[in-house]
Structure formats: structure tokens, C-alpha cells
């Protein structure tokens, strides 16, 4: 499976989040970056979770420094994300509205949310039409 396709499950993108934060880190230092208010996992479910990752080709072990691998995310959350958007779309037999309205109706949207897909929308129209 290439790193460009890996499907990452939520405790994966959890501890994706914090090598995205980091960029180059150690376990320990991905660990301790996760916030104990996300309900952090145990050190060893973290340590699982990251050669499970690198399996999957979302982080590299880059370089040891004394016992410890320093581990480096090979996708972005940009393209972790847009492939998450895309199934999503697919399910929704490519409907976008279902997903906005969701957001909008169950308050998950914030008023720099708002104001950032307003300019999305703008930009888009610049463009050449969807058909």
C-alpha cells in the first residue's frame, strides 16, 4: 500500500497530528505532544499505533539518536484529509450539501469556518465551471 493511499483510523490520525506538529520526533516526543484532553492512549497503544503507521508508509524512521528513532511524516495532513473528504463524497454519491449542512446545523461550524468556505466558494467561481 503506497503512503499517498493509506487509510489511517482515528487513532492513527490522532498520532498523526502530532508528528504533523512536530515534524521530525522521537515516540516519546509524539506521545507527550498528544493534549491529555484528547484522551491520549497508553505509551505502549502509542508505540503500536507508530509501527503501524510506518507499515502503512505514513511516517519513516529517519535517523537513531542514542536508543531512540527519530520518526518523519511521509503524507501530509492535506492529502490525509482530502482522501478522507473523498470517500466521504463517494458515499454520499458525490452530494456535498449533506456534508454542510451537517456541519452548519450541528453547530460545528465556527464563524472563521464560515468566512474561510465563503472564500473557498468565491475562488471556486473564478474558476473554470464544475460540470
Known amino acids: 500500500m503506497s503512503s499517498k493511499d493509506a487509510k489511517l483510523s482515528k487513532l492513527e490520525l490522532q498520532i498523526m497530528r502530532a508528528f504533523w506538529k512536530l515534524g521530525a ?3 516519546r ?3 507527550e505532544a498528544i493534549p491529555a484532553s484528547e484522551k491520549r492512549p ?3 497503544t502509542t508505540q503500536t499505533i507508530v509501527t503501524r503507521l510506518e507499515a502503512k508508509g505514513a511516517i519513516l524512521r529517519s535517523k537513531k539518536i542514542g ?3 527519530v520518526y518523519e511524516p511521509q503524507v501530509t495532513r492535506q492529502s490525509v484529509v482530502g482522501k478522507l ?3 466521504l ?3 454520499l454519491d458525490g452530494a456535498a450539501s449533506p456534508i454542510v449542512s451537517h456541519l452548519a446545523e ?3 461550524l465556527s464563524e472563521d469556518d464560515i468566512r474561510e468556505i465563503e472564500r473557498i466558494i468565491d475562488e471556486s467561481k473564478k474558476k473554470e ?3
Open 89 to 91: 463524497f463517494g458515499l
Open 106 to 108: 450541528s453547530g460545528k
Open 85 to 87: 473528504v473523498d470517500d
Open 42 to 44: 497508553e505509551y505502549t
Open 25 to 27: 520526533a522521537t515516540l
Open 67 to 69: 536508543n531512540a528513532w
Open 129 to 131: 465551471p464544475r460540470k
Open 29 to 31: 516526543q509524539a506521545y
